[in-house]
């Protein structure tokens, strides 16, 4: 692979690694040699490599599991935040294998803060909380916070929620959301975040935040998603005035 070689030794190493890739060895999901490994193969530092390898993740070629090593990035799963299709519906979609962890559901009052977000009457209102992990393939991609009114959805802690949320509302409840409010931002995970999403504390992740609103046009789902930004590209459709 031809390279210019007064380039600095991370650029090559990340050039080298990144045709490695291209050239299918090794392949999506597969490990990497170990670091030691790598650096006796490169013939430099482990400031260096990891100076490669840091770039080669920011670009979403590489991925890093606490205390595992280095993988190669599957292709990324196209997301349109604005559909009320599911997580498990449209990555099935793709020829991937979805999975949903409930790790958290409970009743309790809204509290404060989210009632000021979810513009209720009072803090004591019951809500819904619910904390998931998805994954898809074999590694986990999002963690997702969701707390829904109570009065919209009774019973919603007797239902399956291992599985699609969207799905389990349209089914059972007949619930459909009319519209919601997003917001989308670069953040990062605290060390819990971290642990369950495999990344180090304090890496970047794709922050959304979803205001849901019910049939009446009452707010009734308040989401957040803490994403690995190297699982998912952003596509959305826009329809330009005059065009149909």
Same mark, same amino acid.
């Given at each position: 692979m031809p390279f210019d070689p007064l380039s600095p030794h991370y650029q090559r190493i990340r050039e080298q690694i990144a045709y490695d890739i291209a050239t299918g060895t090794p392949q999506a999901d597969e490990k990497f040699p170990s670091e030691r490994e790598m650096i006796e193969r490169f013939g430099c530092t482990r400031v260096t490599l990891r100076q490669a390898l840091q770039q080669l993740e920011a670009e979403g070629l590489v991925y890093r599991e606490n205390r595992r090593g280095w993988f190669v990035s599957p292709r990324r799963i196209r997301y349109d935040p604005t559909r009320i299709s599911g997580f498990m519906d449209y990555v099935s979609a793709q020829g991937r294998t979805p999975r949903t962890e409930c790790l958290q559901a409970e009743l309790r009052p809204a509290g404060a803060w989210l009632a000021r977000r979810?513009?209720?009457?009072? +803090? $004591?209102?019951? =809500?819904?909380?619910?904390? #998931?992990? #998805?994954?898809? %393939? #074999?590694?986990?991609?999002?963690?997702e916070f969701n707390a829904l009114l109570a009065s919209w959805c009774p019973g919603?802690? $007797?239902?399956?929620?291992? /599985?699609?949320?969207?799905?389990?509302?349209?089914? #059972?409840?007949?619930?459909?959301? !009319?519209?919601?409010?997003?917001?989308?931002?670069?953040? /990062? =995970?605290?060390? $819990?975040?971290? +642990?369950?999403?495999?990344? !180090?504390?304090?890496?970047? !992740? =794709?922050?959304? @935040?979803?205001?849901? *609103?019910?049939?009446? %046009?009452?707010?009734? @789902?308040? %989401?957040?998603? *803490?994403?690995?930004?190297?699982?998912? !590209?952003? =596509?959305?459709? /826009?329809?330009?005035?005059?065009?149909?």
């Open positions: 979810m513009s209720l009457s009072s +803090e $004591d209102e019951p =809500v819904f909380f619910l904390q #998931r992990r #998805r994954w898809i %393939d #074999r590694r986990p991609v999002l963690l919603l802690l $007797d239902a399956d929620l291992n /599985t699609s949320l969207t799905r389990v509302l349209r089914e #059972r409840f007949s619930r459909v959301q !009319s519209r919601c409010e997003l917001e989308m931002h670069i953040g /990062t =995970v605290n060390e $819990d975040q971290a +642990e369950l999403l495999q990344l !180090s504390p304090g890496s970047t !992740s =794709v922050y959304l @935040e979803r205001l849901n *609103f019910g049939e009446e %046009d009452q707010a009734v @789902e308040f %989401d957040q998603e *803490f994403w690995r930004p190297d699982a998912l !590209s952003i =596509v959305m459709e /826009t329809r330009y005035p005059g065009k149909t």
